[in-house]
């Protein structure tokens, strides 16, 4: 598939696992992996939001767009050349006619849908008789590369895909009443399949996530089959296939917020 940025024409296209790996370890991702959004205070029985939300309690996740080009030569894991990927970038602010990357992403963001999720409150609501606590949203980010080859210019999309929100306790004012409450908080982990709202997106998606679950079938053949699959394989195969579902269906609502 195609999607156009302004000026040119971009080809989506999956990216190889190595590539994948490299782009989401990148520090400026840390940011966006890893969020803190909500803590409660149960000495003073009030709650606090750590990133902008909107009315229902709703955050927004956004989409990434990262400019990696792979030095040369390197054996092993990609790894980034500063120098010509802020090169890259540059040139494709120029073909696309963008201003600087906001604009960028601002576009793309309008070909795209910009995911949005309900914080899940409810859930971690046992906890606020007896313990302190920061809410932790954790994403996996389906990875694609945006070329326009006969310009030789290249980006990396990145698109929320999954997310995982868990209590990272602060303080615990009473000890006696927060074990005597018995909370474990391993059973209190929601887990979260990232709708796609557009075509656009459910296309773009569904690229990555293709990759993704072929990689996965070819490890698996290659260490003996699928009855040789670790436990965190296994996880991986449960949501990658529950995350194909979910994108074969037809583009779903987004949460509202009002």
């Keep these: 598939m195609k999607v156009r940025i ?11 696992a190595a590539m994948r790996a490299a782009v989401t370890s990148d520090p400026s991702m840390a940011e ?4 803190e959004v909500w803590e409660w205070d149960a000495v003073e029985r009030k709650s606090r939001a ?23 030569g390197q054996e092993g894991p990609p790894v980034k050349n500063e120098a010509a990927s802020a090169r890259m970038a540059q040139r494709m602010l120029k073909a696309t006619g963008a201003k600087d990357l906001r604009d960028l992403m601002g576009a793309l963001n309008r070909v795209i849908d910009l995911p949005r999720l309900r914080l899940p409150l409810d859930v971690f609501r046992p906890l606020n008789a007896t313990a302190s606590y920061r809410l932790v949203m954790v994403s996996d980010y389906a990875v694609v590369q945006l070329r326009a080859a006969d310009r030789n210019l ?29 909370i474990d908080l391993a059973t209190l982990r929601p887990g979260f399949i990232v709708p796609a709202h557009t075509p656009a997106t459910q296309g773009i998606r569904r690229t990555a ?11 698996l053949a290659a260490q003996g ?13 449960g949501q990658l296939s529950a995350e194909w579902k979910t994108l074969s269906s037809k583009p779903a609502a987004a ?4």
């Design 209 to 219: 996530l293709a990759q993704r679950l072929q990689e996965l079938q070819d490890v």
């Design 50 to 72: 750590l990133v902008p939300v909107v009315q229902n309690r709703v955050v927004t996740l956004p989409n990434g767009l990262s400019f990696f080009v792979a030095r040369a």
């Design 225 to 237: 089959g699928p009855s040789t699959a670790t436990e965190s394989q296994r996880r991986l195969a």
């Design 6 to 16: 302004g000026k040119i024409e971009l080809e989506v296209t999956p990216v190889v």
């Design 154 to 182: 290249v980006a990396n999309l990145i698109l929320p895909a999954h997310v995982g929100v868990h209590a990272e306790i602060t303080s615990i004012p009473d000890e006696a009443a927060h074990d005597a409450a018995g």
């Design 255 to 258: 949460p509202a917020v009002g």
């Design 32 to 35: 966006a992996m890893r969020r």
